[in-house]
């Protein structure tokens, strides 16, 4: 936010100032606050993290440095590597599931009557909850004992959910879907609505149903809102953090140890913030790849405009 | 969006540490620094809960008649660990503070943080005498004591439901034997022999501590904590892993024990409801039942001792669990004779009453005195009967070892109980942990 925000800014002044016609450069003072917390909560913190992943510390007394080992011990790790996976299967597992789901929602959303607004304010509302009590609530619904799988035993046969990998994955993926799908459906609500309707009434006229419209206009005018969606879910699939500690703490054994819980283990339970750091580095590296490789292949950084040639 | 700034919030967290350690003012309720000379004060850092009612009062006590103030600070409940981590080695360190001896004041020793309470002991033989011996070991490293007991103990009862015993006719279990044959008459009428909150990983780790320590005795962790590796291969270990799976494939716990959580009342809720007969869990299962299901815990909350096993090694009165909190006291304390006198509180009447009033078991050799004013007599007197009789308190696993082997500890214990590793994967696991 703060980077577009400051690189905006100058941009849009420079001509002025390179013509000679302003006094001031108010360009360059108006992106100084943005760009000051930029450098002061992103760069240094990202500095001094990269710093730490070479040294030894333990929170007592001043890092030692320790040369490549906690690199080296990083890369020999099976559960380093097996975190990685973890990250990008639920990264994929979130992208598969919420993406249909929030098109069709957001869609349906962007109509004009009245139930469908006040529908879609009730179901916005898991967005507004904290990720926490998000995952309390759902570890007390699938309680095995007391919560919904003692009473639909037909479908959780022993309601070990949390036991199993692929019940605890799902359990995850499930629970991020709900949280996270009214906020990607307000992306393409918003987007839905920005299609012109005059190629609805052309579609119309030339005798195209509803299911063709969807297909031949609607979905293609989305092209940039999914690209936006799917970055942001990416990046946040990635960083999954809170629903993992509070629904299944990496379990069970390391099931579904993604590479932030991991980090959370070495830095914060275990006090080696030197591998800590490494774990978060190497996080902070793989997402960006991850979403310059998104940007590239899918066309965005060339921000087509969807009503080229109306 | 709101995830992407928390991850760059995490990053700043692990890094501006660094920064935090030098800028973090005194926390809590007092304010000042015990750095400042001749301030004529010392702090004392505790967890901050309902306990520090006991300790507000201790420290007012102590300022009646002491030259030197006594400050007491907080740090709330899940915060603690990491904040004295970051605090410890600054000018903001407390004279005094709370902790849970064993690995998790090792690393403070090892950087030569704390002091030796040896020499404070010989001029006052009391600072040990009047602590329950077992207790009191807790806090000793590389042979020398650096705390004093200062809450109230908690060790590893077996607790059951009695009706549902009764009602399947079987009795609370004496050996080992006895408890897997009840696990199998229960089993037959439907029941859930043992709750076990294994979603919270801790749980879990009970039962290892407690078969490990009956069959060889408390010496083999001794030596595996001590860096021995071959004490996990040994026979006594794989005999102990071998009683466990045992159990396990006996379906003690049910299938769904990853799945339950203690921390969230899932594997209470199952002891009180009847649906399972026992519950290996702290001495907190009294609290925590008489505040779920006060009608219950008066009806048939049953307790007793963990079963013995035939051919073991280990004294069938060994007990597990959290012997106790302890104060442990800063090398560069500039009032250690001030510090020594407000240790001494610490097995007062007055400190024993006032904990035993909000329903803490404190482990000094008065305590009996003060028993029948307890919340629930009987209970509390079984309580300190098993602990004072204990040879040997094994202070949790996870809290003997230092904190970087907590989560290799957990992983393994989980991974065993729902037979992702077999017995040499266990080994091997242990083998792996960093011993300090």
Known sequence: MTTTLATGAVTQRRPASRAGTAV??????????????????????????????????????????????????????????KSLWLSLLLTLLGVAVQTPISILLGVWAAGNQRNRAVLSAIYFVPLLLSATAVSVLWRALLDPNFGIPAEAEWLFGDGNLFGTQTGAIGVLVLVGAWQFTPFHTLIYQGAARAV??????????????????????????????????????????????????????????????????????????????GTGS??????????????????????????RSTTEGL | MRRHARISRALAAGSAAVVLGMTLTACGSGSGSSGDSGSGEIHVLVYGDATNKVEKQIVDTFNKTSKVKAVLDTIPGADYQQKLQTIINTKQAPDVFFNWGGGSIKPFVDAGLLMPLDDMIAKDPGLKANFLPSVFDTAVVDGKAYGVPMRGTQPVLLFSNTKVLADAGVAAPKTFDELLAAVQTLKAKGVTPIALGGGDQWPTLMWFEYLYDRV??????????????????????????????????????????????????????????????????????????????????KASLGYSSFPTVAGGKGDPKNVVGNTNNFYSVLKKTKHPEAVAEFLKLQYSDEFVQGQMAIGNLPTTTNTPKFLSGAANPAYSTFQFDLVKAAPSFQLSWDQAYPPAAITPIHQAVQQFFNGQIDENG?????QALPSS
């Not at chain 1, 007592?60 to 011990?73: H, K, Q, T, V």
């Open chain 2, 216 to 297: 060889a005795g408390p010496e083999l962790f001794h030596k595996a904590l001590g860096g021995d590796k071959a004490a996990w291969a040994s026979e006594d270990s794989r005999k102990a892993l071998g009683m466990i799976k045992q159990l396990i494939d006996a379906g003690a716990f049910g299938t769904n024990f990853d799945s339950v959580k203690f921390t969230d009342g899932g594997s209470p809720a199952l002891l009180a409801r009847g649906k399972a007969a026992f519950e290996l869990m702290g001495s907190w299962e009294y609290s925590t039942q008489q505040d779920a299901n006060p009608d219950f815990t």
């Open chain 1, 24 to 81: 001031t450069r108010p360009g360059f003072a108006w992106a100084l606050p943005a760009t000051v917390f930029f450098v002061l909560f992103a760069i240094v913190p990202l500095v001094l993290v990269a710093v730490l992943s070479f040294t030894r510390w333990n929170g007592l007394g001043s890092p030692e440095f320790a040369g490549l080992d906690n690199w080296s011990r990083l890369f020999d790790d099976p559960v380093m590597v």
């Open chain 1, 278 to 303: 490494a774990v978060a580095l190497l996080l902070v590296l793989v997402a960006a790849v991850i979403s310059l490789v998104v940007v590239r292949l899918s066309g965005y950084d060339r921000m």
């Open chain 2, 426 to 430: 266990f080994v091997k696991a242990m």
């Open chain 1, 196 to 273: 012109p309707q005059v190629l609805y009434q052309a579609a119309a006229i030339d005798g195209a149903g509803t299911v063709r419209q969807f297909f031949h206009i609607t979905l293609p005018q989305l092209r940039n809102a999914i690209i936006t969606s799917v970055i942001l879910m990416v990046v946040g699939g990635l960083t999954t953090f809170d629903t993992v500690l509070i629904l299944t703490q990496g379990g069970p054994g390391t099931d579904t140890t993604i590479s932030a819980y991991y980090m959370y283990q070495k830095a914060f339970k275990g006090f080696d913030f």
